[in-house]
């Protein structure tokens, strides 16, 4: 055998044998397992730069961010939310060969079809191997009556596992999900289960990303977050509860084997996982009212970008208002007191007019405000009517006197009203 010569017969191509290994695992759960340890492992890297109590801390915010996240992702596509398994079992093996075989038939149901598994006991029966696990799918619309090209993806593939002749017992389980009659729509009520439910569990992960992100920022939003991820996990196992059977689903094969169905894996993690994440919300919501800078030091955030807003803004309003009142009071007393001898002006133009302008109060300074404020609407006040026009160059001197007092009130933040600057100047119309 040369160097170019192995696995080669008569000078071809070098040819390999197909290996037929039976299908132990479902890719996409391996998959998503396969990605959670990898990122767990590159978080839990960075540990040992850590000091004190901060490693154990960051390693337990670690671990149950990412088992919430695992669990949402796995119940949502795993296919082990209801599961029936009989051993032992003597049925027909395929049509037109008349034989019967002893078998291990599963079912296990999922959010968006079934995998059924026929495993035979040996596996080595009538000179070939017996390990099949076939995926039949719901997903999409439910599609007309009958198995035509407009019906549903289940009756579709059910047809075409019939074509291929697969074995009977296979056919005889994905034949129950094909019924869509009266009270018989055992298809079309898990259809719907698993509708409802993976709609939940998709709106928790978006849930689960914003807790995450608020425990960096306000500790009560991001309870309140976790809140809504477990509500959202816990009614997708209701729901999957109540409205997948209107009639219990009994699949038999004789008397002492007939398949009963019970809640999986699946729906246990969903369960206990949404349940977690109640009992979580409450207890960081609890501490964050009793003992803010416990679970501030416990999240490694500051416990100040969590307060209400100072309160400064009343209080320099307030001192404004007090200084303009004491002016107020001194221009009136003088007004009064020398009103009769005070000459009145002669000219004025319209600088002079404006000027008195520079008097308006400074405008009020913001307060500090949080995280979340910043994006609330602005408090506007309502707009000040325009100032008076200016006097004209034919206008009499007390015309021209009665709009600079008006622009004056103007600038203190009044209406100007001619009959009240007549009171307060002490004389009558």
């Given at each position: 055998?040369?160097?170019?010569?192995a696995f080669r017969k008569n000078g071809a191509p070098t040819f390999y044998e197909s290996v037929k290994t039976?299908?132990?695992a479902d890719i996409l759960e391996s998959g998503l397992i396969f990605c959670i340890v990898i990122l767990a492992f590159s978080f839990y890297i960075v540990l040992p730069g850590m000091r004190g109590k901060e490693v154990l801390f960051t390693f337990i915010r670690i671990t149950v961010s990412l088992f919430i996240g695992a669990s949402i992702l796995l119940s949502n596509f795993a296919m082990s939310w209801e599961e029936s398994v009989i051993t032992n079992t003597i049925t027909k093996y395929k049509a037109g060969t008349g034989k019967d075989i002893t078998a291990e038939i599963g079912l296990h149901i999922g959010l968006r079809g079934v995998n059924i598994t026929l495993k035979g006991e040996p596996e080595m029966q009538l000179n070939e191997t017996i390990n099949y696990n076939e995926h039949f799918s719901w997903e999409w619309r439910q599609g007309r009556l009958g198995f035509g090209p407009f019906a549903g993806r289940f009756a579709r593939e059910y047809r075409a596992a019939q074509?291929?002749?697969l074995p009977l017992p296979v056919l005889w389980i994905a034949?129950?999900?094909?019924f869509d009659g009266e009270g018989v729509r055992w298809g079309r009520f898990y259809r719907q289960a698993g509708w409802y439910t993976h709609i939940l569990l998709w709106t928790a992960f978006p849930l689960w990303v914003l807790a995450n992100i608020l425990f960096f920022v306000l500790l009560r939003y991001g309870a309140y977050m976790l809140l809504l991820t477990g509500i959202c996990m816990v009614s997708g196992n209701i729901?999957?509860?109540?409205?997948?059977?209107?009639?219990?689903?009994v699949i038999p094969f004789s008397a002492e084997h007939m398949m009963k169905f019970t809640f999986s894996s699946a729906f246990w993690l969903?369960?206990?996982t949404g349940i977690l994440c109640l009992i979580l919300g409450i207890v960081i919501y609890i501490l964050d009212l009793r003992w803010p800078r416990h679970i501030a030091t416990f999240f490694n955030v500051d416990v100040l970008q969590d307060s209400e807003e100072i309160q400064?803004?009343?209080?320099?309003a307030t001192e404004v208002e007090e200084n303009?009142?004491?002016d107020e009071d001194e221009d009136v007393e003088k007004r009064t007191n020398g009103a009769s001898n005070a000459p009145r002006p002669t000219t004025s133009n319209d600088d002079d007019i404006y000027d008195v302008r520079f008097d308006i109060p400074a405008p009020k300074m913001r307060s500090e405000r949080t995280f979340t404020q910043r994006f609330q609407k602005n408090r506007r006040k309502t707009k000040r009517p325009p100032p008076p026009p200016p006097p004209q160059e034919n206008s009499s001197e007390e015309e021209a006197y009665e709009n600079a007092e008006a622009v004056r009130f103007y600038a203190k933040g009044k209406r100007a009203n001619p009959r009240d600057v007549q009171l307060e100047m002490g004389t009558s119309a």
């Open positions: 055998m040369g160097l170019y010569t039976p299908f132990e074509f291929r002749g034949e129950y999900f094909t729901i999957w509860a109540t409205v997948r059977n209107f009639n219990t689903l969903c369960l206990i400064v803004e009343e209080i320099h303009n009142d004491e």
